[in-house]
């Protein structure tokens, strides 16, 4: 797998900061945080920035369903140094978005991750309404020119 572009590598394409703290429970026996911890790292932060979008599924009608998930892990992280992630929107589809994201430590970049994700309704996938995607536009990542 290519290593992330560089610019995904820097706090400042991002539109939304959260924190998450390590656990000890996240070391593995190499001695840092295990890529699977790393995981749920990104998860909660997902979870944290889909809040910020100020639109929960439910009040739709709908389901989010993680379709797709692509983590680089850049470099080693270690407990017990917080996890600041970074996100924003990556694309915008009819149907879907990504979220991209990165995990910072010490101010360095560890990993990243890309999450797609879809949404369905009773009849299966629906359009994004015109509310969500104009909350995402706000949040869209910020790549240089």
């Not at 290593?3 to 070391?27: G, M, N």
């Not at 910072?104 to 994004?128: N, Y």
């Amino acid at each position: 797998m290519a290593k992330p572009e560089s610019w995904r590598l820097s706090p400042e394409a991002y539109r939304f900061v959260t924190s998450i703290d390590t656990r000890f429970q996240d070391i593995d026996t190499m001695g840092h945080v295990n890529n699977v911890a790393i995981s749920g790292i990104f998860e909660t932060a997902r979870i944290r920035f889909h809040h910020h979008l100020g639109r929960h599924p439910q009040e739709q009608g709908v389901r989010w369903l993680v379709a797709n998930v692509n983590l680089n892990f850049v470099e080693e992280a270690h407990f017990p140094y917080p996890f600041e992630v970074h996100c924003a929107i990556g694309h915008i589809g009819r149907t879907s978005w990504t979220i991209s994201s990165a995990g910072f430590q010490k101010g360095m970049c560890v990993a990243t991750c890309d999450t797609t994700v879809v949404t369905h309704g009773s009849e299966g996938r629906r359009s994004i309404d015109e509310t969500l995607r104009e909350a995402m536009e706000r949040n869209f990542i910020i790549q240089p020119e």
